[in-house]
Nanobody, 125 residues
């Protein structure tokens, strides 16, 4: 079992920044690849970013590339998502998740088996 707790969401103006955190407990954090997903009201959950176990490889949705940065600190069992140049269309609940070992299709949410409860991000003036 892995327990994930997101934090850092809130209300921010367009062009602003937020950093989300995902604290993990349970099994050894460093053995898992991780991902961030988001779900806007009335829409399906979508891939945002993913990171390998060591952090050496990162992947991003086209919609956030160049604005968001995923990172991890295995010593602190924590995953991060730095979000810059935020837009109103980034408004959503953001979720971190653990990717099932052995799968490489990091954009596919069914390849993730542990999820946090989500943190809300609202981008509005």
């Amino acid at each position: 079992q892995v327990r994930l707790v997101e934090s850092g969401g809130g209300l921010v103006q367009p062009g602003g920044s937020l950093r989300l955190s995902c604290a993990a407990s349970g099994r050894t954090f460093s053995v898992y690849a991780m991902g961030w997903f988001r779900q806007a009201p009335g829409k399906e959950r979508e891939f945002v970013a993913a990171i390998s176990r060591t952090g050496s490889s990162t992947y991003y949705a086209d919609s956030v590339k160049g604005r968001f940065t995923i990172s991890r600190d295995n010593a602190k069992n924590t995953l991060y998502l730095q979000m810059n140049s935020l837009k109103p269309e980034d408004t959503a609940d953001y979720y971190c998740a653990v990717r099932i070992p052995g799968y490489t299709d990091y954009e596919n949410l069914i390849r993730y088996n542990y999820w946090g409860q989500g943190t809300q991000v609202t981008v509005s003036s």
